[in-house]
Each structure stands twice: as C-alpha cells, then as structure tokens.
C-alpha cells in the first residue's frame, strides 16, 4: 500500500482533511448502515471477477476499492486514486487495518497516473459532479486509455434532479449531479459502448456500465440506448424501527422523571416524539426511494 503527501492541481472538487475525517460517518447515518452493502451492490454492478486488474477513481476513503478487493480475490489487483491526500492517506489506513492488499495513490482522474491499458475495470462513483463538464471529458477519455480493450467502466451518480427528491443523502447534497443520460453521453462520445443504466436502488443513485471497445467489435449505434436495469431498492434496516421506539421510550422516561408531576404533559410530550420521530423516518429518511 502506497501513498504520497503530494497535493495535486486540479479544478475538480477535492476533499481535505475534515470531509476526509468525517466522511465514512456520514456515509453510514446516510446510508442507514448500509454502505458495506452498497458497496458490495457497486462491486457487483461493475461485474469484477476473481483475479482482474480494477482501478477506482476518486476512490475516496476506499470503501469501494476494498468491496472490489474482495471480489477479485488475491489473484486480481486493485488501484485507487484521488486527488485529495487527505482521502488517500485515510484508504491506505483503512487497507492497512482490513490488511487488504490495495494500491492508493494521490493523482487526478483527469490524467490518471496509470500506463495504457493496464485495467480490465474502471470504477467512479459519486466522483463525476466533483469534476467540472472539461474535466469528465478528459476523464472519460483517460478511462477508456488505461482499460484493456474489451474492459468496462462503472460509473454512478446522483441524479441531477436529487437536490429537488427526497432522502436525507439527497437533500444533504445540493450540489447536484451527473444524471443517467449525461453520464451515456460521456462515455459514449469518449468512444465507449454503454451496455446497462438504471437506479442503483438507493437514494437517488444511478449507474451506467459500458464497454471499452475491443477490435471488430460492432460499433453499436447512438440512436441505440442502453439497457434499462434498475435494480430493486435495497431494504431499509429492521433495526431503525427498533431505534426509534428506544428513543421515543428514552425521551418519555426522561419526560415521566423530570416532570412527574405533569403527567398529563408526557403522555403529550410522548405523543409528539413519536410524531416527529415517524415524519423523520417517513419524510426525511425517505432514502430508500430510487428512481427507475
Ligand atoms: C464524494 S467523493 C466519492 C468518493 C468515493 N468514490 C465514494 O463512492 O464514496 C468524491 C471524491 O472525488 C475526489 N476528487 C475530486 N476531484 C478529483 C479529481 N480531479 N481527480 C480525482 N479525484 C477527485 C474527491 O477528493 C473525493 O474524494
């Protein structure tokens, strides 16, 4: 496992130290827990079979690139790169402890580090609305250098209309996104064949896989889209209802203790918690929706 403390030059959004710090977090409260299995849902969208070559770009804390680990086994490789040192220096940690043999490296996803051809996959997840439309342009074109021919990209993004739905992982990023059909204009006009789009299954995530052309490979046409594959919305966890039936029960116990001699008042202040509680996990926690 390799890192640098280089700081690179990019016009792309780059992560410092305190997102870095605070980003795994977040992504399991966002999430409800589930980012292991998102994980594991991406590693499986992007197709990586045991012993392949994979690189993640904007890798980020490497969550990612250890689920692609995982699934190319010991006879497979797997890079990840990312601009923000601060991100890589917290993947190659985290490798470290899982006592993955993963690659990270500080570089751009606009001139990858990396000699041609060198990948059977290339992964970027909710790295595109990071980057400035010149930047995927060059990105895209990079991927498609760095992969073998016959290789494939997995890229995955919130859609552009996620500030405007509703989630918690949606509404906390207002920033925006690289929707489905821009996503296949991409790599299609980089000169990929996109084979597979559709909803990832969470919040407002959509991917789009699609291949490096090989030699002799019919040169699909534009007018042609690619397959539509939603995949099922993942299940929200059992455990979140037990959570806020402990809360709703903690915040009466507390009301019952201070205010004893207001009883009538927490059995209202109850009522209300368990209110507020359910239109937080109805509206707001509402992560689970996808679009297909
Ligand atoms: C939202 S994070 C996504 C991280 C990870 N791929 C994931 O799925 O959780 C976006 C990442 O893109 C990185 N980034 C931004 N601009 C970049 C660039 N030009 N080249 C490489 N990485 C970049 C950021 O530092 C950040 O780690």
Known sequence: MTTTEETIATKGLVMRAA???????LAAVLTLGRD????????????????????DVGCGTGSLALAAKRRVGDTGTVDGVDASPDMI??????????????TFRVGTAERLPYPDASFDAVMATLMLHHLPAPL?????????????????????DFSAASAQSAGLLAR????????????????????????ATGAVGIADLQYVVAESP?????????????????????????????????????VHLAIVGQ?????????????????????????????GRARH
């Open 172 to 195: 906390l990023h207002r920033r925006g996104g690289v929707s489905r059909d821009a996503m296949v204009v991409l790599l299609r006009d980089a000169g990929f064949h996109p084979e």
């Open 36 to 55: 292991r299995a998102l994980r594991d849902r991406l590693a499986g969208l992007a197709q990586l079979a045991p012993g392949e070559s994979v690189l």
């Open 136 to 156: 995927r342009r060059d990105f895209a074109r990079e991927a498609l250098r760095v992969l073998r021919p016959g290789g494939r990209i997995l890229a995955v």
């Open 89 to 102: 220096a917290l993947a190659t940690r985290k490798a470290t402890r899982a006592g993955a043999a993963v």
């Open 259 to 287: 205010l004893a001699a207001r009883v009538a008042w927490s059995a209202a202040g109850l009522l209300a918690a368990v209110a507020l509680l359910a239109f937080v996990v109805v509206h707001i926690f509402g992560g």
């Open 214 to 250: 090989a030699a002799g490979d019919p040169v699909p046409s534009p007018d042609e889209p690619p397959a539509l594959q939603s995949l099922p919305p993942m299940a929200r966890p059992e455990w979140i209802v037990f959570a806020v039936l402990a809360v709703a029960v903690a």
């Open 19 to 25: 997102q870095a710090r605070w980003y795994d977090a």
